[in-house]
């Protein structure tokens, strides 16, 4: 596996794969590996010549100082853990390598992004756009891997891909969860022995509401409510927001319609150790 810091030596790497005919593969992540990142690695493998991994802890996308300095950074084991995935070049660059200069440019996603993630996190999608559009740009995939626990961040880079013309196709993956349902994230290192023991009440309030969507017989409101209160009901969540959505436009929903895709979507802070899950439930008929 080679080991790239620069701007520069991606580029090269991956036009000389170009130019030789090799399908690429780009995962992105934020390093902090676990097997939620090792699927996509080895699914980016099985179906690509060349897979590259970049592991970058981008600040442009973190609206909290504190997050972005704990964020864990592991290296040397995250190396280790790419190699038999099935990575062939590992993208490490600095913070200077990717910003020589303050990126201005600025996305607008629209609806997309004025809710959930969007809207607790100011600032937080402008600054994976602008990251992702680099990466794209120096790397050239043919593919490009990402996972469905973050089913907003989907939705911007496949707008992204579509208003910037990326000749990229995107493989969405499901959420790799732990055997208790808490799906796994790099942040979940960072939950004490006690936050770690409550966090699948998470996953149980999706499930409980996945249930209720699908027996029909209850409003998108009150759906809403009984996996609040769930939560609520263990005093060390403090939810930021759990969401009824149409999956494909993000925006509430406040009545079932037919043929309707839902989402069910969530923030919790677990003292402060802040957390995403969702599920996306088969089309309405
Ligand atoms: N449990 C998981 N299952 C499937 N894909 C995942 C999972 N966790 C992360 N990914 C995907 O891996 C890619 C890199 O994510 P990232 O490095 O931010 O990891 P993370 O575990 O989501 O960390 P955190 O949520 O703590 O930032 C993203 O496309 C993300 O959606
Ligand atoms: C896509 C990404 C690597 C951009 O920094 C990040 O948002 C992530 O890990 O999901
Ligand atoms: N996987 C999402 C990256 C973030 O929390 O910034």
């Known amino acids: 596996m080679e080991i790239l810091h620069t701007a520069a030596s991606l580029q090269a790497h991956a036009e000389s794969c170009r130019r030789a005919g090799q399908r690429i593969a780009l995962v992105p992540t934020m390093g902090a590996l676990h097997e939620g990142h ?3 690695v080895r699914a980016a493998a099985a179906a690509c010549d060349v897979v590259i991994v970049s592991i970058f802890v981008n600040p442009t ?3 909290n100082a504190e997050d972005f300095r704990l964020y864990p950074r592991l290296p040397e084991a995250d190396t280790a853990l790419l190699i038999p995935a099935g990575c062939t070049a590992l993208f490490l660059p600095s913070v200077e390598e990717m910003y020589p200069q303050p990126a201005l440019l600025r996305f607008d996603f629209g ?4 809710v959930m993630e969007g809207a607790h996190r100011p600032g937080h999608f402008n600054g994976v756009a602008t990251i992702v559009s680099k990466l794209f740009h120096l790397s050239r995939p043919h593919q490009a891997y990402f996972g469905q626990k973050d089913w907003q961040q989907v939705s911007i880079i496949r707008q992204l891909v579509a208003d910037l ?5 995107l493989v969405s993956f499901p959420t790799v969860r732990e055997p208790d349902g808490l799906a796994m994230s790099s942040r979940n290192r960072r939950l004490s022995a006690e936050a770690r023991a409550v966090a699948p009440r998470l996953y149980q309030a999706l499930e409980l509401a996945a249930g209720l969507v699908q027996a029909g017989q209850v409003p998108p409101a009150a759906v809403q409510e009984a996996a609040t209160t769930y939560i609520q009901a263990e005093p060390l969540f403090r939810l930021e927001y759990f969401e009824v959505v149409d999956a494909h436009t993000l925006q509430p929903i406040t009545e ?3 043929s309707q895709q839902v989402a069910l979507c969530l923030a919790a802070f677990l003292g402060d150790v802040r957390l995403i899950d969702n599920v996306v439930l088969p089309a309405r008929n």
């Open 38 to 40: 090792l699927q996509l």
């Open 61 to 63: 996308q973190f609206n």
């Open 111 to 114: 609806a997309l992004e004025r």
């Open 165 to 169: 013309s990326f000749d990229i196709e």
């Open 256 to 258: 079932w319609q037919p």
